[in-house]
């Protein structure tokens, strides 16, 4: 079957803007005005609203059009294409409506957007053995578990709402979409691991986040999180040979060094360091460091075989995914889209599992046994950007905090090192947080902190208000290290309380308005 889908609508489609996913809605049935399209939209509109013009009322909508079938609408588009000294007045009512249905259109699509914004990534981990397989609207929808469904679409768009509207899609675009997204990921298994990475990075970047409460945490916030915390390979800069730079860390870069060290690397070894992150949504953050545990490695694969090379490479990379890194997601699909994003179509074995640690706050022994391993291991570092707030209908002020038991989770699996982004409301308490605050104040972990007075600075393509955030990670072996600030008064104002002899990296996004 001929698909209507080429790469330039691949980037169209995901990355939905309002002038480049035209091609993804049924043009024809976006301008019915029969009595149940009409509903349809009303009741859509209610739950999601829209983010371009308002839909007219829909007595007004049947006045307006009564009479106005195919034959005027063809009489319409003729008029359209002549001259104005040549339009009759019937031409000109008929130009009237015409112009009237495409702004009903136009709105329609603004409606629908709020929706199709959220399927690229859904097409990007949905389950599916062969990347070609062509799954349409409904099997779509089917495949999407609901906790997930849940988790991904508009609060209220049930899957029996959305079906609804599967028929103002265009299915062959769609079907093509989600076809060119999975060979674009297929392409990736094919290449070495640095050029995988920098692959995978570009397609979430054209990915738009859920909704402003959302944000899926970007490469470049993922590099300057993890590279300013414990040094190694960023991305956002990279040397003559195209090699992303090696950083250096005065506080971390001995510590975390022995954690990645290449001994430590080798699958089985009884040192093999084990990486979390705890509420993984596209897998970019064990990513990265599955590449700053490959890529010293991979300098000693020397080979003139270059066949022989790529497999000891590809080797590497797959024991590295089975041995050291491990995922925590929230739901099925963020699980899929961490083992895409990691393994792609390989099938290599990969250690990425669904808790919600919200609802079910596991002992360390019980959390080990969700990957297969023994209740007494432990974790070495734990990162992540966990979820701010719940679910519920307040934002912003209203809504109730739930980073603090992921914080709290992390601590309690007792890892070398942890690394979270968080927000920094916790600085004033309140909300559930007091307790959690004099925690923080009294924990005596805190070695580096960095104060972004404006949050767009990590997080640019975020719709929220600035907010405060904080990532931080912990030794629990500490040795004689100095405390490191990079901060604004009022930031100064809350760090004076600790006293740090244990290192704790901590880095705080701060909006006034929120303190």
Not at 68 to 88: D, I, M, N, P, V
Request: hydrophobic share 40%; aromatic share 8%; net charge neutral.
């Amino acid at each position: 079957m001929c698909r209507k889908c080429g790469d330039h609508n691949f980037d169209c489609i995901a990355s939905l803007s309002a002038s480049d996913d035209k091609k993804l809605y049924n043009d024809h049935l976006l301008t019915d005005i029969s009595a149940g399209s009409i509903a349809d939209f009303e009741g859509l509109k209610s739950i999601i609203g829209t983010s371009q013009g308002t839909l007219p009322p829909s007595n007004q909508l049947v006045i307006n059009f009564q009479g106005f079938g195919e034959a005027e609408y063809e009489k319409a588009q003729q008029a359209a294409k002549k001259k104005q000294r040549e339009l009759t007045e019937e031409d000109k009512e008929r130009l009237q409506k015409l112009k009237q249905l495409q702004e009903l259109r136009e709105v329609r699509r603004s409606i629908l957007r709020a929706l199709s914004v959220r399927m690229p990534l859904l097409l990007f981990g949905v389950e599916t053995l062969l990347p070609e397989s062509e799954i349409t609207l409904k099997e779509f929808v089917d495949r999407v578990d609901e906790a997930s469904w849940q988790e991904y679409m508009p609060k209220g768009v049930t899957k029996e709402v959305f079906r609804k509207f599967i028929k103002y899609y265009d299915e062959d675009v769609f079907i093509g979409a989600g076809v060119n997204i999975r060979r674009k990921v297929l392409a990736c298994d094919q290449m070495m691991p640095l050029e995988r990475c920098e692959t995978i990075a570009a397609i979430f970047a054209m990915f738009k986040n859920p909704d402003k409460e959302t944000v899926l945490t970007p490469w470049k916030t993922v590099n300057a999180h993890m590279s300013d915390i414990f040094g190694g390979y960023d991305f956002r800069e990279k040397d003559n040979f195209g090699v992303p730079v090696r950083r250096a860390n005065d506080c971390l870069t001995h510590r975390a060094g022995d954690c990645v060290a290449v001994g430590n690397t080798v699958p089985g070894s009884v040192n093999a360091v084990k990486i979390l992150e705890i509420n993984s949504k596209t897998g970019l953050y064990p990513l990265w460091m599955a590449y700053n545990l490959y890529a010293p490695v991979s300098e000693k694969i020397i080979t003139t075989d270059k066949q022989m090379e790529m497999r000891r490479h590809s080797k590497l990379w797959k024991d590295i995914l089975a041995v050291n890194i491990f995922a925590v997601c929230k739901t099925p699909m963020a699980a899929s889209i961490t083992r895409r994003t990691l393994a792609g179509f390989t099938g290599a074995k990969t250690n990425v599992t669904q808790i919600d640690i919200v609802a079910h706050r596991l002992a360390q022994s019980e959390f080990a046994q969700h990957f297969n391993l023994p209740k007494d291991m432990q974790f070495d570092i734990i990162i992540g950007n966990p979820p701010y707030q719940q679910d519920t209908q307040g934002h912003g002020a209203q809504a109730k905090p739930i980073y603090q038991y992921f914080v709290r989770h992390a601590k309690k699996l007792n890892p070398r090192y942890i690394s979270l982004i968080i927000p920094a409301r916790w600085f004033v308490g309140g909300k559930g947080l007091d307790d959690f605050r004099r925690e923080m104040l009294n924990d005596e972990r805190i070695r580096i902190l960095h104060d972004y007075p404006n949050s767009k600075d990590c997080f640019p393509m975020s719709k929220s208000k600035a907010e405060s955030v904080t990532s931080f990670g912990i030794e629990t072996t500490p040795e004689n290290v100095q405390f490191s600030l990079t901060s604004t008064t009022e930031c100064v104002k809350v760090c004076e309380h600790f006293v740090p002899p244990i290192l704790m990296c901590l880095s705080v996004f701060l909006n006034r308005q929120a303190l």
